[in-house]
């Protein structure tokens, strides 16, 4: 069965759907840092299986290094990270999420002042197996 969950930014002009998410973590790179302030949490979810219902024109692409950062334009909400085939959606922005961490990336990079308080697997870098 299909499981579809709702996302709205800030200022909730840009609204999206995403089916079937696979799997929720953290990536604690410098990046995602800069981007979000903190650690980004995030769902993986197939390219597929993620649409705008609202506010498309809103959304502007960040051309990073790796990884094309999506976010509302109005508000500045972080929306998606583009790891190609694949979109990493920030988790704060699905009210009816129930999926658990299950991983974080990019630990060798974390702020210093960030605790880990869960027992989901740590990665160094990239996810690996
Ligand atoms: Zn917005
Ligand atoms: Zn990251």
Redesign the pocket.
Known sequence: MAKTLKGA??????EYEVEDPEAMGFCHCTRCQRWTGSSLAGVVVDADHFRFTQ?AD?VKRYESEFAPRHF?S????SLYDDLGGKYFVAAGLMRELDLQPSFHLQVAFKAPWETIGDDAQQFAEAATA
């Open positions: 930014c800030l200022c909730g002009r840009v506010g809103l509302c109005n508000c500045g909400s």
